[in-house]
């Protein structure tokens, strides 16, 4: 089991950048694939990204693709998501999630475990 903790969450300006950190608990983060979901007010939780437990393969939503990059440092349990070229529709709470699969996964039914989540507000 591992426990996740969302942290650089904030309000930016529409075109500004931010960087999201997820830390996880335990010994066995290298073997969870990781994935960032986000949900906006009254909206269902969507995709956004997703890295395998190497970090050798990436995979990212059509509204992210281009702007956003996920990435991963085994050795400090953590995972990242930069955030480029900010949308306000990219406003949400951001959710960090370890699934036990193999292999990039995109759909919140795959994931076993996600953290509280960290608010981004894009301001127009």
């Known amino acids: 089991q591992v426990q996740l903790v969302e942290s650089g969450g904030g309000l930016v300006q529409a075109g500004g950048s931010l960087r999201l950190s997820c830390t996880a608990s335990?010994?066995?983060?290298?073997?969870?694939?990781m994935g960032w979901f986000r949900q906006a007010p009254g909206k269902e939780r969507e995709f956004g990204a997703a890295?395998?437990?190497?970090?050798?393969?990436?995979y990212y939503a059509d509204s992210v693709k281009g702007r956003f990059s996920i990435s991963r440092d085994n050795a400090k349990n953590t995972v990242y998501l930069q955030m480029n070229s900010l949308k306000p529709e990219d406003t949400g709470v951001y959710y960090c999630?370890?699934?036990?699969?193999?292999?990039?996964?995109?759909?919140?039914?795959?994931?076993?475990?996600w953290g509280q989540g960290t608010q981004v507000t894009v301001s127009s």
């Open positions: 335990g010994r066995t983060f290298s073997l969870y694939t």
């Open positions: 999630e370890a699934s036990r699969r193999f292999g990039v996964k995109t759909t919140q039914r795959e994931y076993d475990y």
């Open positions: 890295i395998t437990k190497s970090g050798d393969s990436t």
